[in-house]
């Protein structure tokens, strides 16, 4: 590992000019490219104090042994000198956008003398027209072979063409009125050629005009009397109209544009794109990529750009990008992409409208990709094997840990003060057995001493239940999808069948981990040791991922272990640390909204949601209710006189809200009446299905 300062070039070496810079490692590979307005306080930025890196750009600056650069006119030229190094060194360090699978095109070979509509994918050639790129091959031949009908175009193979050539006998589709059969001199080269280009302009959108032309034939065959040919141009205007169909109409203005849109995560980024031409999704397209340095969702956005745009021209660069996030500066990449297309480009982030709309579907197709990436990555064994013996050997464990849990406290500057527990066995998340916890030792904010109690409590569970008592240890913590939180201490708490398992047996902490990960650093994992050291448990390994540099701690050690960035350890990891802090924040969140939304009648005892539900609707406001006679109250069906007494006692201690105010007045509305509190169905805790996502979980990572 170098050190920075080895090789950190003098300030007035650098100049203070747009240029394109370039580290390399000890054997004089190029690691990372970037590009500067001002090369000097660019560079500047990567030669100080260590600890105030990213921890991928600190990782990038100790790899590396040298630094070089090269000083260019304007930003314009920097932005393209940098795609060509990217594109030549492929350096580690760079974001580098890879296709979640080879997308095919549909292409017509222009530069042949008889061009040739096919299939096609890879690296683009000079002379063939592109289309695309569709999601699926069957979807390009579907089209094809109905505008075969009008198009007859050859998609012969070059051997193919020669064979029939050469035999004077075209090939079925010749047959059969699919091709024109130019290989034997039916069409000459000239008339084949702008079959092709018709081809090529109706796939390019310009639609609406070939069809008026085919009904204007139409209509003076029919006149004509030639019925048989008028049938034929019907069935090709109907042909033409169901491939059309295919590609239903999303922008009403015929807008050519590219869509962007960009979804990440701390880890990853994933990018997906619409190609619309004529108003028209004509392609779509994805990518993932490792986010190996610090990056914006603008620089994501330059990166995608220069991916697509790098090596096209004319058309192929459409006259209206929409993005997420515009790069910053916006300008060079502006001018950059009006110089391959050959005239401007707008770069924008739509604001309204149908563009917006169709934003927000790209959106969401971008966030769909990379959860199917993760899902895709988490889920395959051999790479799930990897990731547990990497973690083994990292952490010098006897064997692999196939039971992770993983710990997480949350809360807002100190209140509602919870922690969660999830569970991965065998790389896997097993949320029939994640829990959650309530802080109860103490007031306040104290991270350690939440993650103490909740181990205590978690494993002194475990040794009871190892002791096989078959009830709980003290009642304290439920399973998820047990009865609400906040019982005190020996409460039987919520439906019998919410504590028990299928046979009647106390659900039980019963499976101990073979690793304990804390979020957090040396303070919680010496925090998490220490529970385990007091109750005796000396077969449990306890680590922590530490969130800002994704290092891992191990008790009693000064310095933290540091996995590799690609190590497939490292990602499950990150993976079970994530879905803690998910997990605890959306329990979090959900006491805080319960709180908030507590009104006066939750503190009746014994009056539960049905009957709360029924004094609302019958007197329509709690300040009705408040003012009613205990006579009046006994009126609603199902509330006894005893219970109407608690209620009036009830309202009659709690403090009256508030009165209206009229903000543009200042006057006191008197009249006004409370309204009824809010309630949903998650108001009241519920069973949140085991094994199965649950929306009110939220999705934060």
């Given at each position: 590992m170098a050190d920075p300062s080895s090789y950190r070039p003098k300030p007035g070496d650098i100049p203070d000019s747009p240029g394109v810079y370039r580290f390399r490692d000890e054997y004089r590979r190029v690691i990372y490219v970037g590009k500067a307005k001002s090369l000097r306080q660019r560079l500047a930025n990567y030669f100080q104090d260590l600890a105030n890196l990213h921890p991928r750009t600190r990782s990038m600056v100790t790899t590396a042994a040298s630094v070089?650069?090269?000083?260019?006119?304007?930003?314009?030229?920097?932005?393209?000198?940098?795609?060509?190094?990217?594109?030549?060194?492929?350096?580690?360090?760079?974001?580098?956008?890879?296709?979640?699978?080879?997308?095919?095109?549909?292409?017509?070979?222009?530069?042949?003398?008889?061009?040739?509509?096919?299939?096609?994918?890879?690296?683009?050639?000079?002379?063939?027209?592109?289309?695309?790129?569709?999601?699926?091959?069957?979807?390009?031949?579907?089209?094809?072979?109905?505008?075969?009908?009008?198009?007859?175009?050859?998609?012969?193979?070059?051997?193919?063409?020669?064979?029939?050539?050469?035999?004077?006998?075209?090939?079925?589709?010749?047959?059969?009125?699919?091709?024109?059969?130019?290989?034997?001199?039916?069409?000459?080269?000239?008339?084949?050629?702008?079959?092709?280009?018709?081809?090529?302009?109706?796939?390019?959108?310009?639609?609406?005009?070939?069809?008026?032309?085919?009904?204007?034939?139409?209509?003076?065959?029919?006149?004509?009397?030639?019925?048989?040919?008028?049938?034929?141009?019907?069935?090709?205007?109907?042909?033409?109209?169901?491939?059309?169909?295919?590609?239903?109409?999303?922008?009403?203005d015929a807008t050519d544009a590219d869509l962007i849109a960009v979804a990440e995560d701390e880890l990853e980024a994933a990018v997906q794109i619409f190609h619309v031409r004529g108003g028209r999704v004509r392609g779509q397209r994805g990518w993932v990529t490792d986010k190996v340095e610090d990056v914006t969702t603008g620089a994501l956005v330059e990166h995608a750009l220069q991916q697509l745009y790098g090596e096209e021209s004319g058309d192929a660069v459409p006259k209206e990008v929409l993005v997420p996030a515009l790069p910053d500066p916006v300008e060079p990449v502006q001018e950059w992409l009006a110089e391959r297309r050959g005239s401007n480009v707008s770069l924008r982030i739509p604001q309204r409208g149908d563009k917006k709309?169709?934003?927000?579907?790209?959106?969401?197709?971008?966030?769909?990709?990379?959860?199917?990436?993760?899902?895709?990555?988490?889920?395959?064994?051999?790479?799930?094997?990897?990731?547990?013996?990497?973690?083994?050997?990292?952490?010098?464990?006897?064997?692999?840990?196939?039971?992770?849990?993983?710990?997480?406290?949350?809360?807002?500057?100190?209140?509602?003060?919870?922690?969660?527990?999830?569970?991965?066995?065998?790389?896997l998340q097993r949320k029939s057995e994640y829990r959650r916890f309530q802080i109860k030792g103490f007031e306040g904010q104290d991270d350690v001493r939440s993650m103490h109690e909740v181990i205590t409590r978690r494993f002194r569970r475990y040794l009871a239940e190892k002791e096989r008592t078959g009830e709980w240890a003290d009642g304290e913590d439920v399973p998820v999808d047990g009865s609400p939180d906040g019982l005190p201490d020996g409460a039987p708490g919520g439906p019998v069948g919410a504590l028990t398992e299928d046979d009647g047996r106390p659900k039980r902490f019963a499976y101990p981990p073979q690793l304990v990960v804390v979020d957090g650093g040396q303070p919680q994992v010496a925090a998490a040791q220490r529970a385990l050291d007091e109750l005796g448990i000396d077969d449990i390994a306890v680590c922590g991922l530490a969130k800002r540099l994704e290092e891992v701690w191990l008790p009693g050690?000064?310095?933290?272990?540091?996995?590799?960035?690609?190590?497939?350890?490292?990602?499950?990891?990150?993976?079970?640390?994530?879905?803690?802090?998910?997990?605890?924040?959306?329990?979090?969140?959900?006491?805080?909204?319960?709180?908030?939304?507590?009104?006066?009648?939750?503190?009746?005892?014994?009056?539960?949601?049905?009957?709360?539900?029924?004094?609302?609707?019958?007197?329509?406001?709690?300040?009705?209710?408040?003012?009613?006679?205990?006579?009046?109250?006994?009126?609603?069906?199902?509330?006894?006189?005893?219970?109407?007494?608690?209620?009036?006692?009830?309202?009659?201690?709690?403090?009256?809200?508030?009165?209206?105010?009229?903000?543009?007045?200042?006057?006191?509305?008197?009249?006004?009446?409370?309204?009824?509190?809010?309630?949903?169905?998650?108001?009241?805790?519920?069973?949140?299905?085991?094994?199965?996502?649950?929306?009110?979980?939220?999705?934060?990572?």
């Open positions: 070089e650069w090269t000083v260019v006119s304007t930003e314009v030229e920097a932005l393209q000198l940098e795609y060509s190094w990217i594109k030549e060194y492929d350096p580690r360090f760079n974001v580098k956008y890879r296709d979640d699978k080879s997308y095919p095109y549909l292409a017509v070979t222009m530069n042949e003398e008889f061009p040739r509509v096919q299939v096609m994918r890879g690296h683009k050639k000079k002379g063939v027209r592109y289309f695309g790129p569709y999601g699926h091959a069957w979807a390009i031949r579907d089209t094809v072979d109905l505008l075969l009908r009008v198009f007859p175009v050859r998609t012969c193979s070059a051997g193919v063409f020669k064979n029939a050539a050469r035999t004077g006998r075209p090939c079925l589709l010749g047959y059969i009125g699919k091709c024109s059969a130019p290989c034997v001199g039916r069409v000459s080269a000239e008339e084949h050629r702008e079959l092709a280009e018709d081809f090529s302009d109706f796939m390019a959108g310009r639609t609406g005009t070939y069809l008026r032309r085919l009904e204007k034939r139409m209509t003076e065959a029919a006149e004509e009397m030639e019925y048989e040919r008028a049938a034929r141009l019907r069935d090709d205007i109907e042909a033409l109209k169901k491939a059309m169909e295919k590609n239903a109409v999303v922008l009403a709309a169709l934003m927000e579907t790209v959106q969401r197709n971008a966030q769909q990709g990379l959860v199917l990436h993760k899902t895709r990555r988490a889920s395959d064994l051999t790479t799930r094997s990897r990731a547990l013996e990497e973690i083994a050997e990292a952490l010098d464990l006897d064997s692999a840990p196939l039971r992770i849990e993983c710990y997480d406290i949350s809360h807002l500057q100190g209140d509602d003060v919870v922690a969660s527990m999830v569970v991965f066995e065998d790389g050690d000064d310095d933290p272990v540091v996995l590799p960035r690609s190590s497939e350890g490292l990602y499950l990891l990150q993976r079970v640390r994530d879905e803690a802090h998910r997990f605890a924040i959306t329990y979090q969140r959900t006491r805080r909204a319960k709180r908030f939304r507590a009104g006066p009648l939750d503190d009746v005892p014994g009056l539960g949601e049905t009957r709360k539900q029924a004094l609302i609707k019958h007197f329509g406001s709690v300040k009705r209710l408040r003012s009613a006679t205990i006579d009046q109250i006994c009126g609603v069906p199902g509330i006894g006189r005893k219970t109407a007494e608690t209620i009036a006692a009830a309202l009659a201690q709690a403090a009256p809200a508030a009165p209206a105010v009229n903000t543009a007045t200042g006057e006191i509305m008197e009249d006004v009446e409370e309204a009824p509190p809010a309630t949903t169905a998650g108001d009241a805790e519920t069973p949140v299905p085991t094994g199965v996502p649950d929306d009110r979980r939220g999705q934060e990572t």
